[in-house]
């Protein structure tokens, strides 16, 4: 919180702050995704990637010339290096820890293949079925916000293209949900 209070301090503009927001959180995404699908991640990988891009906002505001949005590039690639090489050089979590976890929330992909042969367990479902969820909702909201942006303001044929993908995705999406996984 003191912290906080002093960075206020030196910020002029609201928009100073969002900027400062995305640079502080450059790259944690991929962590919190990936922990899902690959077993080697840790919390020591979580906790790198927090710490990692608030460091490497420090270093490039300090000793270089690169602002934001061209940071966000630069942050992202050492954020995902700093948490990569951590989860490498840090012991994996136990057995035991791993197959409570792997047991209980079946993670599917092929990042968990070798804990569930090591283990005797099941292999791992496929994750070709939650990318194409994926893509659907991205095409629904998108094509949902898009389509009605543009019928409240006008912009040419837009409104019924992004309508249709945001119909199409509903539809496909409605299909999934009745077939069950």
């Given at each position: 919180?003191v912290?906080?209070a002093?960075?206020?301090?030196?910020?002029e503009?609201i928009r100073?702050?969002w900027?400062l927001?995305?640079?502080?959180?450059?790259g944690?995404?991929l962590v919190?995704?990936?922990?899902?699908?690959w077993?080697?991640?840790?919390?020591w990988?979580?906790?790198?990637?927090?710490?990692?891009?608030?460091?490497?906002?420090?270093?490039?505001?300090r000793?270089?010339t690169?602002?934001?949005?061209?940071?966000?590039?630069y942050?992202?690639?050492w954020?995902?290096?700093?948490?990569?090489?951590?989860t490498?050089?840090?012991?994996?979590?136990?057995?035991?820890?791993?197959a409570a976890?792997?047991?209980?929330?079946?993670?599917?992909?092929?990042g968990?293949?070798?804990?569930?042969?090591?283990?005797?367990?099941?292999p791992p479902?496929?994750v070709?079925?939650?990318?194409?969820e994926?893509?659907?909702?991205?095409g629904?909201?998108y094509?949902?916000l898009?389509?009605?942006?543009a019928?409240?303001?006008?912009?040419?044929?837009?409104?019924l293209?992004a309508?249709?993908?945001?119909?199409?995705?509903?539809?496909f999406?409605?299909?999934?949900?009745?077939?069950?996984?």
């Amino acid at each position: 919180m003191v912290a906080s209070a002093g960075v206020t301090l030196y910020l002029e503009t609201i928009r100073q702050a969002w900027e400062l927001i995305l640079e502080s959180g450059a790259g944690i995404g991929l962590v919190l995704i990936l922990r899902w699908y690959w077993w080697r991640v840790n919390a020591w990988s979580e906790v790198t990637a927090m710490v990692a891009p608030v460091v490497g906002h420090l270093a490039l505001s300090r000793f270089t010339t690169i602002v934001f949005p061209e940071s966000l590039l630069y942050l992202v690639v050492w954020t995902s290096v700093c948490w990569v090489a951590v989860t490498l050089l840090t012991p994996a979590e136990p057995d035991e820890v791993l197959a409570a976890f792997y047991t209980k929330v079946r993670p599917g992909g092929p990042g968990w293949r070798p804990v569930a042969a090591r283990l005797g367990l099941p292999p791992p479902a496929t994750v070709r079925g939650q990318l194409l969820e994926w893509i659907a909702w991205i095409g629904l909201v998108y094509g949902t916000l898009l389509g009605i942006g543009a019928l409240l303001l006008p912009t040419g044929n837009s409104a019924l293209s992004a309508l249709s993908i945001a119909l199409t995705a509903a539809i496909f999406l409605c299909r999934r949900e009745r077939k069950g996984p």
